[in-house]
């Protein structure tokens, strides 16, 4: 997947699953620093903010202790070639300028919000 990343950009896509539910694709550079559980109303239920590797299992967990929750948002960034391509590197930088994207998936309705 990160050798087709590398060779088209813009073109590959990674599906995102939990608990052997399709959530969204993401593409194989881009990595979860954060995820909130909302309730129908889109009021936080639950938040995390990953300092580290993102872990399936947790967000599994966070939901079955949140059965209520109506959507989850995941937070992501895009992680970068190093110069001559040779290793990909999580932009770990503290700053809240920098790129990211935030999705939205309905856990009712099984589908991303647009």
Do not use: C
């Amino acid at each position: 997947m990160l050798v087709e990343a590398y060779h088209h950009p813009e073109q590959a896509q990674m599906p995102f699953y939990i608990d052997n539910t399709h959530f969204i694709s993401l593409h194989p550079t881009e990595y979860v620093t954060a995820y909130r559980l909302l309730d129908a109303q889109r009021q936080p239920l639950a938040e995390k903010w990953i300092k580290g590797r993102f872990s399936h299992a947790d967000l599994s967990n966070t939901l079955a202790k949140y059965p209520q929750a109506a959507f989850l948002q995941l937070t992501t960034r895009r992680s970068a070639w190093s110069d001559g391509g040779t290793a990909w590197v999580e932009n770990t930088a503290p700053d809240a300028t920098l790129p990211q994207q935030t999705y939205l998936y309905d856990l009712r309705q099984h589908q991303p919000v647009r």
